[in-house]
């Protein structure tokens, strides 16, 4: 197979799956390649436009995005397990510091509802159109 289609080395898959038998058709490799990057794309893409809401709603379709990426391309399989390797970590040192962990997830609470409130009380959102418009 081919590693010069524009699209990346493929990541690996089993030999007896549907993404390899895919692969083995020349009429169906590039297309579900296609697919596959759209799709991941889209994600992405969803995960952005969400940037403008408030809280954490961004990351996960980025991360579903950069998943469907890793299942095809490997450049995105080597982002996606480093990825993973520093969650892991952060994960590890979350449970092993769990008094600190929770310092500071609740003082990001406590930021989060400062500011909503400050937004709110103070019309932010309206003083920001008007000086926009």
Same mark, same amino acid.
């Given at each position: 197979?081919?590693?010069?289609?524009?699209?990346?080395?493929?990541?690996?898959?089993?030999?007896?799956?549907?993404?390899?038998?895919?692969?083995?058709?020349?009429?169906?490799?590039?297309?579900?390649?296609?697919?596959?990057?759209?799709?991941?794309?889209?994600?992405?893409?969803? !995960?952005?436009?969400?940037?403008?809401?408030? !809280?954490?709603?961004?990351?996960?379709?980025?991360?579903?995005?950069? +998943?469907? +990426?890793?299942?095809?391309?490997?450049?995105? =399989?080597?982002?996606?397990?480093?990825?993973?390797?520093?969650?892991? =970590?952060? +994960?590890?040192?979350?449970?092993?510091?769990?008094?600190?962990?929770?310092?500071?997830?609740? !003082?990001?609470?406590?930021?989060?509802?400062?500011?909503? +409130?400050?937004?709110?009380?103070?019309?932010?959102?309206?003083?920001?159109?008007?000086?926009?418009?």
């Amino acid at each position: 197979m081919s590693t010069d289609d524009g699209l990346g080395k493929p990541a690996e898959v089993p030999h007896d799956g549907l993404r390899a038998r895919l692969r083995r058709n020349p009429a169906t490799r590039q297309p579900y390649r296609i697919a596959v990057f759209v799709a991941g794309l889209l994600c992405v893409a969803a !995960g952005i436009a969400l940037a403008a809401l408030p !809280g954490p709603l961004t990351i996960p379709p980025v991360l579903l995005g950069l +998943w469907i +990426w890793s299942t095809e391309f490997a450049w995105a =399989e080597r982002f996606f397990d480093s990825f993973k390797a520093k969650a892991q =970590e952060a +994960w590890e040192h979350a449970k092993a510091n769990p008094k600190t962990s929770a310092l500071v997830t609740g !003082g990001g609470i406590v930021a989060a509802v400062v500011a909503f +409130w400050a937004v709110a009380h103070f019309n932010l959102v309206d003083k920001a159109k008007d000086t926009v418009l």
